[in-house]
Each structure stands twice: as structure tokens, then as C-alpha cells.
């Protein structure tokens, strides 16, 4: 079965930074796209970012972009999100996603959402 755990989340001052992990087990991990998505009271499900099997080419949404770096291990089945210079609006709830996950309609038929890590922005 599909399981993916997310970890490293906390609370943080703006400015500051978060490394996000998510272990990925029941599937071949190097054979796929992830995503992170994240959900706030105010957004949402909201894509975040996206790479491809390999790692060599990545995606981001604009409002992260320059900020947040994704990365994967694919000999470790996992999945990394840095986040520096974190913002109050950066503020959810974060999962990661089994394949190319960058549009409403995937986020509304995706079925296998883990537990999520909590990130909290606040001064």
C-alpha cells in the first residue's frame, strides 16, 4: 500500500526556515513525479511544488518560488521541501503528493494523502 509521512514541520518567526521530509514507502519512488501541497483555512489545497523522478527538473508556484528549494533522494524513498524565508501566508498544513499533483482537478482526485505537517509562521 501507498504510505506517505511527512515530518519536520513547527512553528517559526517570519524570516526564518523549515526543512520538510516525507517518506514514501509501498511504491517505486524513483519511478515517479511529487508534489507538496499544502491547505490553509483562507486558500485551501494549494500545489506548492513538483519534481520529477530523476530530481533534475522541478516547478514552483509563484508565490514560493525563489524561497522554497524541492529536492529527493531516491536511494533514501524520500522527499525534502527547504523553505526559507518563511511568511505568515506560508502558514498550513503541508502534504506531499505521489505524482505530477500541480492542478485543481489532480489535488480533487489524488487519494493518497498522508497525516500532513503542520507549519506555523508567526512572530
Known amino acids: 500500500e501507498v504510505q506517505l509521512v511527512e515530518s519536520g514541520g513547527g512553528m517559526v518567526q517570519p524570516g526564518g526556515s523549515l526543512r520538510l521530509s516525507c517518506a514514501a514507502s509501498?511504491?517505486?519512488?524513483?519511478?515517479?513525479?511529487m508534489s507538496w501541497v499544502r491547505h490553509s483555512p483562507g486558500k485551501g489545497l494549494e500545489w506548492v511544488s513538483a519534481?520529477?523522478?530523476?530530481?533534475?527538473?522541478?516547478s514552483y508556484a509563484d508565490s514560493v518560488k525563489g524561497r522554497f528549494t524541492i529536492s529527493r533522494d531516491n536511494a533514501k524513498n524520500t522527499l525534502y521541501l527547504q523553505m526559507n524565508s518563511l511568511k505568515p501566508e506560508d502558514t498550513a498544513l503541508y502534504y506531499c503528493?505521489?505524482?505530477?499533483?500541480?492542478?485543481?482537478?489532480?489535488?480533487?482526485?489524488?487519494?493518497?494523502w498522508g497525516q500532513g505537517t503542520q507549519v506555523t509562521v508567526s512572530s
Open positions: 519534481i520529477n523522478s530523476g530530481g533534475g527538473s522541478t
Open positions: 509501498g511504491f517505486t519512488f524513483s519511478s515517479y513525479y
Open positions: 503528493a505521489r505524482g505530477r499533483i500541480t492542478t485543481v482537478q489532480a489535488i480533487q482526485t489524488y487519494n493518497y
